[in-house]
């Protein structure tokens, strides 16, 4: 069994409280109107919550990512919306800056990322290549001391209110995902075109938008690590994000099976409760059991990161393990409540559509099946 440390323990209850009285009690109203929840991300960069698994030298606090684990599982159980946006922000933009950029670099940026004085973003997808990134059509050109962008990008979280993107392009097209390359975008720069907000079937409330880039100059002390390094350092984010949507994942099952069980203990049927009948325990059972090995397995890869070991194969399997776990857990939710899951009323039906990206984003389903079963035939010989 993973114990916990004080520390750990404080920051979770310090997300959860948090999540509970100040996020929960919006999530409906986010998914209804479509707002982004700007004014809880800045909250949450004045609590620490957005730079949990960050150096305090760049304004984080200087925990772990088993501690970022705890805090997306909070926010995932309140409102998927607002879950998605932090860990777009900390890390798909944090993230890569803080493990690839020059000491110049994470001292203009990482300060005012890490405490919600701006939000960021992560600019990979294009409409030709989602979860084939190596045919990204985006190029930069070196001139002189800038490189000149042209391009586009979709379905970029955060875009309408990031003010600093991590940016992929193809410096060298010739040696395809060998010659990509990452950049620090800010926003407003000439060239840099942020487009209409996506209407989306869930997660509402998180802002998904796409991106047109023409001539866009950026100097070259922007380039984020070393040119047609883009790949690898698109690659080991996903990683960790990775990491963040099994989190997110397991507090949206979690918010599923807590709604499904008062209900299961309130709604009264042939004179009894419908908790007392076996097909419903055996649901929450089976909710219950799936939402432990969900988190177990998160908790595994987090912890292998903080200790510096190898976890491709662990965040992957902690990603598709707890997505397609949660996608269970919200239908069963469903299920349990009847006629009342369908209707908006209930939380259920949000959590459901919510979820259901949660097997798509930072890598589909099929993609972590892939890279699973490449690392295990590594392994064995």
Known sequence: ???????????????????????????????????????????????????????????????????????????????????????????????????????????????????????????????????????MQTRAARDGDEYVINGSKIFITNAGYADVFVLFAKTDPEKGRDGISAFIVEKGMPGFHVGKKEDKMGLRGSDTRQISIEGLRVPRENLLGTENDGFKIALATLDGGRVGIGAMSVGLARAAMETAVRYAKERVAFGRPIADFQAIRWYIADMATQIDAARLLVWRSAILRDSGKPYTKEAAMAKLFASEMAMRAADRAIQILGGYGYIRDYPVERIFRDTKLMEIGEGTSEIQRLVISREVLKEIQ
């Open 1 to 135: 069994m993973i114990q916990l440390t004080e520390e750990q323990k404080m920051v979770q209850q310090l997300a959860r409280e948090f999540a509970q009285n100040e996020i929960a009690p919006r999530a409906a109203e986010l998914d209804e109107t479509g707002e982004f929840p700007l004014d809880n991300m800045q909250k949450m960069g004045e609590l620490g919550l957005l730079g949990v698994p960050f150096s305090e030298d760049y304004g984080g606090a200087g925990l772990d990512t088993l501690s970022f684990a705890l805090v997306l599982e909070e926010l995932g159980a309140a409102c998927g919306s607002t879950a998605l946006s932090v860990a777009a922000h900390a890390s798909l933009c944090c993230t890569p800056i803080y493990l690839f950029g020059n000491e110049e670099q994470k001292q203009n940026y990482l300060p005012d990322l890490l405490t919600g004085k701006k939000l960021g973003s992560f600019c990979l997808t294009e409409p030709l290549a989602g979860s084939d990134a190596a045919s």
